[in-house]
């Protein structure tokens, strides 16, 4: 595996001072040779001339946050960070790789959750290349290795958590959010760790039931609320309904045997669960006969 190395370079400011000395003195030579008809002069004034631009080619320069990949007939060489103008052997080739922080949204995949229903999903993945020679020489393409590595964790993480968590505990796509996000960048990390890339923060940014059972869902959805509401409503009625008794027993105000209890707690239940107002009926008889 190529690691990333640091790069010898010289300082490209000097070079070109130099380069454009030689090439000043060679163009001198050169019409002094022609002048005064010493062809040997003029021979070496072309070839210095010669060199010195192809030694312009070895001038190269490095932006902040980008790395320069050297490699000399197909061997790496090094790396160059430090932003500025360098100078290295003009028959190097000098591969630049960005090393900003850079977002990828994938498509809105079709997977099946893992309650086996088939919903779409979507995921955002936010990621710095740290090697660059790892990036340029160990994948093929950095950029489309990110792609294809990030849909295929999200459609693996889709099949391994359900949707909607229809029991205490259970971690679910919907209502984890963070925990699924979390476990999202540790899955694309381990797939784009032999890239050199670093995976600053991944999220999910759509997920939906597929159309074709997205009614039969949100009907579903809806019964498990007003189920969840219904326990609330009994859950207070029947406190109420235990408060309201104490305090008649305990303030003497009514003594009430067990048969009218029943009433009282079943008129009470009554009025306070139903979705209706209730109008109220005046006894004005016995309740014994």
């Given amino acids: 595996?190529?690691?990333?190395?640091?790069?010898?370079?010289?300082n490209g400011v000097v070079a070109l001072l130099l380069i454009l000395l030689?090439?000043?003195?060679?163009?001198?030579?050169?019409?002094?040779?022609?002048?005064?008809?010493?062809?040997?002069?003029?021979?070496?004034?072309?070839v210095a001339l010669g060199l010195s631009i192809l030694m312009l080619v070895g001038l190269f320069a490095v932006q902040p946050n980008q790395a320069r990949a050297l490699t000399l007939f197909g061997k790496y060489r090094g790396s160059i960070k430090q932003e500025g103008l360098w100078w290295v052997n003009p028959l190097m080739a000098k591969k630049a790789v960005s090393l900003r922080v850079?977002?990828?949204?994938t498509a809105k995949l079709k997977v099946n959750d893992n309650d086996s229903n088939p919903i779409?999903?979507?995921?955002?993945?936010?990621?710095q290349v740290v090697d660059s020679a790892e990036a340029l020489?160990?994948?093929?393409?950095y950029e489309d290795y990110v792609r294809v590595q990030s849909e295929s964790a999200v459609r693996t993480l889709a099949t391994q958590y359900p949707y909607d968590a229809h029991a205490p505990g259970v971690i679910s796509l919907?209502?984890?959010?963070a925990d699924i996000s979390e476990r999202l960048a540790s899955e694309v990390q381990d797939r784009l760790q032999k890239a050199g890339i670093r995976v600053l923060e991944a999220r999910i940014t759509h997920l939906a039931y597929a159309p074709e059972i997205a009614g039969a869902m949100l009907r579903r959805q809806q019964a498990t609320a007003i189920i969840a509401a219904r326990e609330k409503i009994v859950e207070g009625a029947v406190s109420m309904?235990?408060?309201?008794?104490?305090?008649?027993?305990?303030?003497?105000?009514v003594q009430l045997d067990e048969e009218r209890k029943a009433s009282m707690v079943?008129?009470?239940?009554?009025?306070?669960?139903?979705?209706?107002?209730?109008?109220?009926?005046?006894?004005?008889?016995?309740?014994?006969?």
């Fill in 241 to 253: 309904v235990d408060m309201a008794l104490k305090q008649l027993e305990h303030g003497n105000i």
């Fill in 102 to 105: 850079r977002n990828f949204e």
């Fill in 22 to 46: 030689v090439m000043v003195l060679a163009v001198a030579s050169l019409f002094r040779g022609a002048n005064t008809g010493h062809s040997g002069l003029a021979i070496g004034a072309l």
């Fill in 137 to 141: 020489f160990e994948v093929d393409n």
């Fill in 120 to 127: 779409e999903i979507g995921a955002v993945v936010v990621w």
């Fill in 174 to 177: 919907s209502h984890n959010a």
């Fill in 1 to 10: 595996m190529i690691k990333e190395r640091p790069g010898t370079a010289a």
């Fill in 266 to 289: 079943s008129n009470l239940l009554v009025v306070l669960c139903s979705d209706q107002p209730m109008h109220p009926v005046v006894n004005t008889g016995s309740l014994y006969t």
